[in-house]
């Protein structure tokens, strides 16, 4: 079974800084889909970034951008110029991109989150 | 538009009462989700909708029971709750199976609270 684990329950940061946070997942599936998912106080959960795992490339999304190391199985995100408007809770996902005809293959593993404070 | 919505907001009832929750959207998805999540934690996801055909259930109490009356439409109907079924209520929409990225958006929630 797949799981994800993200090791930082708290992370600050002075505004306009960069800050970085970490995912690692495990699997033994070699197509599959990572998400970033932020959860503002106002608690709409919002899509922030998605990485395909046969994609090389790193995606990014603005001041977002993602780190994926496949091999280590690790994929962090790092905001640059963080605003106040970045403080939340942030969550790690990851889906299957495997038999598409299973419906097992709907479900995201979610991290445990990462709550971010920007400082002012 | 990457919009879903969901209604009521807020929602408090009493443990003998019963009420829906609402969820619309109009992008065209083929797969709508509910999830249940309590402060601080992620979604737990407690069923999934595909071709409004249910394909998922979570092995949820019979006291919620979903609903899919048309592709846009997802309703979680609640009867005889207790109260630690009081969480957020997200509701989830996706492409189905076959489209290449499979992300999910999500609703704002509805807040209940069960007395």
């Known amino acids: 079974a797949q799981t994800v684990t993200q090791s930082q329950p708290e992370m600050s940061v002075q505004e306009a800084e960069t800050v970085t946070l970490s995912c690692t997942y495990d699997t033994s599936e070699s197509d599959y889909y990572l998400f970033w998912y932020k959860q503002p106080p106002s608690r709409q959960m919002i899509l922030v970034i998605r990485?395909?795992?046969?994609k090389q490339q790193n995606a990014t999304e603005n001041r977002f951008s993602v780190n994926f190391q496949k091999a280590a199985k690790s994929f962090s995100l790092k905001i640059s110029d963080s605003q106040l408007g970045d403080a939340a809770m942030y969550f790690c996902a990851y889906r299957s991109a495997g038999d598409p005809h299973l419906s097992s293959n709907y479900q995201l593993i979610w991290g445990a989150g990462t709550k971010l404070i920007i400082k002012p | 538009d990457t919009e879903v919505t969901q209604t009521p907001k807020h929602l408090v009832m009493g443990m003998t009462n019963k009420k829906s929750l609402k969820c619309e959207q109009h992008?065209?998805?083929?797969?709508m989700y509910w999830y249940k999540q309590k402060a601080k934690k992620p979604p737990e996801l407690m069923f999934v909708y595909s071709y409004e055909k249910l394909s998922i259930n979570e092995s949820v109490p019979s006291r919620f029971s979903p609903e899919c009356p048309n592709s846009s439409l997802l309703n979680l109907h609640l009867h005889a709750l207790q109260p630690e079924d009081s969480a957020l209520y997200l509701c989830?929409?996706?492409?189905?199976?076959?489209?290449?990225?499979?992300?999910?958006?999500f609703g704002p929630g509805t807040r209940l609270t069960v007395t």
């Open positions: 989830a929409s996706s492409h189905p199976r076959g489209f290449s990225s499979y992300e999910q958006y």
């Open positions: 990485q395909e795992a046969y």
């Open positions: 992008m065209g998805h083929r797969a």
